[in-house]
């Protein structure tokens, strides 16, 4: 597997005029120059894990950007551990903390602040879904190594033996750590080259972003999720047939 | 806690609402028989990928969508089976569940209720699984968004953890009961990776008092609280229709000033009783043994009023 690429190597690549772009206790926030305008950035470095102050700090920072208007788009940066696993963070709230997070980043979307998650070191769980799959494209660094649950603790809730984890891992993508995987879900969009400026690809992406959710027709289109679309799509399907055969006149 | 008794009514609506099937909980909440099921069990639509761990299929996938009548309004409705894989959210029982949020923009229901009873990501199909939540809580906040109402009711006997947790604190509103239990990493989860002394799985008060439904009440994460009952889930979700909040900037702004001002209140409790003091109640160790109908009388009595932005 490539190594990760450092945050700092990142930004430099991201912004080569400079940036305001700060880390403080894991937190990374800011903004720098994209195009004619800015970039706002926020995200998770050095696999902290994502606990309630950091959610509702972060998710502070996008409210800004959504409060100033003007359509300024929002990077996420990820290289995170899980969410935070503690009995006070859970007394508190959690789940409120970190879904509020991912609402304020899909208002951002909606309200015209185009987000891009970028993965470029490890996330997981909570983490993971309260940040970068909460955006409209998440793309990935290679040496980005999402993981829902590690082998080992899968094969402690399955008990299955971790050398039979192994080995299916290698056929199927459904359950298995790993940015291919990801990949193949359709959760991550498209892994950046990090040989080439990422401003440009960062730009390029942005501007080619779907505004409706792909993600159930990529898994479908990549193999790794073989029925979501179809399923969701015959959901819908007969809700309206079914309203439609209701209908006055009908 | 105290259980109900098996009820000896045969009225659906006093039915035990921890003890029903999805099914069960469907047919009591909605007017009679006006549930209709979308990609019903006949199709046979089963987990691709539960085979390759040799577990057994369910032809539903713990997860039943589709529509009926509240009091004569229109809804959609999703349950999940919590009997079925803990009610774990599987490559399919996920996909149910965007289908149904989407179709929600087309037929513009009165509302969408979705009946929570889940311990998170189907590890089988982890990753599916997570994909499906993501793509499930942007599909809410687009329903939100269009105007239509999505309510959460908690109150099943896997609770609503890990990545259900997440998608509850998507809703516009919940509604809990004693059973129902909030929160992303459960006991187990906490003990497994950081040890008993930081959270005994074992001890029952505690997980009820830290994740159960009087607390996330009392401190705003739930906004009613209900007897385990299918009829109480039935009026408390008439009543939070009406109730919830629009998906924008001055909801979540509100949101925010709720979240950070909690932490400022009570970032230092070390437990659940301390936040109901430090809220007002003047008998914390009672909390957990008040009846429905003395806890609400509590709940008139605290200084300050609700904070439901969500």
Same mark, same amino acid.
């Given at each position: 597997?490539?190594?990760?690429?450092?945050?700092?190597?990142?930004?430099?690549?991201?912004?080569?005029?400079?940036?305001?772009?700060?880390?403080?206790?894991?937190?990374?926030?800011?903004?720098?120059?994209?195009?004619?305008?800015?970039?706002?950035?926020?995200?998770?470095?050095?696999?902290?894990?994502?606990?309630?102050?950091?959610?509702?700090?972060?998710?502070?920072?996008?409210?800004?950007?959504?409060?100033?208007?003007?359509?300024?788009?929002?990077?996420?940066?990820?290289?995170?551990?899980?969410?935070?696993?503690?009995?006070?963070?859970?007394?508190?709230?959690?789940?409120?903390?970190?879904?509020?997070?991912?609402?304020?980043?899909?208002?951002?979307?909606?309200?015209?602040?185009?987000?891009?998650?970028?993965?470029?070191?490890?996330?997981?769980?909570?983490?993971?879904?309260?940040?970068?799959?909460?955006?409209?494209?998440?793309?990935?660094?290679?040496?980005?190594?999402?993981?829902?649950?590690?082998?080992?603790?899968?094969?402690?809730?399955?008990?299955?033996?971790?050398?039979?984890?192994?080995?299916?891992?290698?056929?199927?993508?459904?359950?298995?750590?790993?940015?291919?995987?990801?990949?193949?879900?359709?959760?991550?969009?498209?892994?950046?080259?990090?040989?080439?400026?990422?401003?440009?690809?960062?730009?390029?992406?942005?501007?080619?972003?779907?505004?409706?959710?792909?993600?159930?027709?990529?898994?479908?289109?990549?193999?790794?999720?073989?029925?979501?679309?179809?399923?969701?799509?015959?959901?819908?399907?007969?809700?309206?047939?079914?309203?439609?055969?209701?209908?006055?006149?009908? | 806690?105290?259980?109900?008794?098996?009820?000896?009514?045969?009225?659906?609506?006093?039915?035990?609402?921890?003890?029903?099937?999805?099914?069960?909980?469907?047919?009591?909440?909605?007017?009679?028989?006006?549930?209709?099921?979308?990609?019903?069990?006949?199709?046979?639509?089963?987990?691709?990928?539960?085979?390759?761990?040799?577990?057994?299929?369910?032809?539903?996938?713990?997860?039943?969508?589709?529509?009926?009548?509240? *009091?004569?309004?229109?809804?959609?409705?999703?349950?999940?089976?919590?009997?079925?894989?803990?009610?774990?959210?599987?490559?399919?029982?996920?996909?149910?569940?965007?289908?149904?949020?989407?179709?929600?923009?087309?037929?513009?229901?009165?509302?969408?209720?979705?009946?929570?009873?889940?311990?998170?990501?189907?590890?089988?199909?982890?990753?599916?699984?997570?994909?499906?939540?993501?793509?499930?809580?942007?599909?809410?906040?687009?329903?939100?968004?269009?105007?239509?109402?999505?309510?959460?009711?908690?109150?099943?006997?896997?609770?609503?953890?890990?990545?259900?947790?997440?998608?509850?604190?998507?809703?516009?509103?919940?509604?809990?009961?004693?059973?129902?239990?909030?929160?992303?990493?459960?006991?187990?989860?906490?003990?497994?990776?950081?040890?008993?002394?930081?959270?005994?799985?074992?001890?029952?008060?505690?997980?009820?008092?830290?994740?159960?439904?009087?607390?996330?009440?009392?401190?705003?994460?739930?906004?009613?609280?209900?007897?385990?009952?299918?009829?109480?889930?039935?009026?408390?979700?008439?009543?939070?229709?009406?109730?919830?909040?629009?998906? *924008?900037?001055?909801?979540?702004?509100?949101?925010?000033?709720?979240?950070?001002?909690?932490?400022?209140?009570?970032?230092?409790?070390?437990?659940?009783?301390?936040?109901?003091?430090?809220?007002?109640?003047?008998?914390?160790?009672?909390?957990?043994?008040?009846?429905?109908?003395?806890?609400?009388?509590?709940?008139?009595?605290?200084?300050?009023?609700?904070?439901?932005?969500?």
């Amino acid at each position: 597997m490539p190594d990760k690429m450092p945050l700092d190597a990142l930004l430099a690549s991201l912004f080569p005029a400079g940036h305001a772009v700060t880390v403080a206790d894991g937190l990374i926030s800011g903004d720098g120059p994209l195009g004619g305008g800015r970039l706002a950035v926020i995200g998770i470095d050095g696999e902290a894990a994502l606990g309630i102050e950091g959610a509702c700090f972060l998710a502070g920072r996008v409210l800004d950007v959504v409060r100033a208007g003007g359509g300024t788009p929002i990077l996420v940066l990820i290289d995170s551990d899980s969410q935070r696993m503690s009995r006070r963070d859970e007394l508190l709230g959690l789940n409120e903390y970190l879904a509020h997070l991912a609402k304020a980043l899909l208002l951002a979307d909606a309200q015209g602040h185009p987000t891009l998650g970028l993965l470029y070191g490890h996330s997981a769980a909570g983490a993971f879904i309260a940040t970068a799959l909460a955006t409209r494209v998440l793309a990935a660094l290679p040496g980005a190594h999402p993981s829902v649950m590690d082998l080992p603790s899968v094969a402690r809730v399955t008990k299955l033996p971790l050398k039979t984890l192994q080995d299916m891992a290698r056929s199927t993508s459904v359950f298995a750590p790993g940015l291919d995987n990801m990949v193949q879900t359709g959760a991550v969009q498209a892994v950046l080259d990090p040989d080439k400026p990422l401003g440009l690809q960062v730009a390029a992406l942005i501007a080619d972003s779907p505004a409706a959710d792909t993600r159930d027709a990529l898994g479908h289109e990549r193999g790794g999720r073989p029925l979501a679309h179809d399923i969701a799509a015959q959901v819908v399907r007969e809700a309206q047939d079914r309203v439609l055969r209701e209908a006055p006149g009908a | 806690m105290d259980w109900k008794p098996v009820s000896l009514s045969s009225s659906p609506f006093d039915q035990s609402w921890y003890e029903a099937s999805a099914r069960a909980r469907l047919a009591g909440l909605l007017d009679t028989d006006t549930f209709q099921e979308f990609v019903g069990p006949e199709q046979r639509r089963m987990s691709p990928h539960l085979p390759l761990f040799d577990l057994p299929r369910a032809f539903d996938d713990g997860m039943i969508v589709g529509r009926g009548r509240l *009091d004569g309004q229109d809804v959609l409705v999703a349950a999940q089976e919590g009997r079925f894989m803990g009610g774990a959210f599987g490559e399919i029982h996920g996909a149910k569940l965007v289908g149904l949020l989407r179709a929600a923009l087309a037929v513009k229901p009165a509302a969408l209720l979705i009946l929570f009873d889940t311990g998170g990501v189907r590890l089988q199909e982890a990753n599916a699984g997570e994909t499906a939540i993501a793509e499930i809580m942007r599909a809410i906040t687009v329903a939100r968004a269009a105007g239509i109402p999505v309510i959460g009711l908690i109150g099943g006997r896997a609770g609503c953890y890990g990545g259900g947790g997440l998608v509850a604190g998507t809703c516009a509103r919940l509604i809990i009961s004693e059973g129902g239990r909030l929160s992303v990493s459960g006991p187990e989860v906490i003990e497994t990776n950081k040890g008993a002394e930081e959270f005994d799985s074992r001890d029952r008060a505690l997980v009820w008092r830290t994740m159960g439904g009087k607390h996330r009440r009392l401190i705003g994460a739930a906004d009613a609280f209900v007897d385990d009952t299918i009829g109480a889930f039935r009026r408390a979700a008439l009543a939070a229709i009406p109730a919830a909040p629009a998906f *924008d900037l001055a909801t979540l702004e509100a949101e925010q000033a709720r979240l950070e001002a909690r932490l400022d209140r009570f970032g230092d409790a070390r437990d659940a009783t301390e936040i109901w003091g430090r809220l007002g109640v003047n008998d914390p160790a009672a909390v957990p043994g008040l009846t429905t109908e003395g806890f609400d009388a509590l709940l008139a009595r605290l200084p300050e009023g609700p904070h439901h932005a969500r």
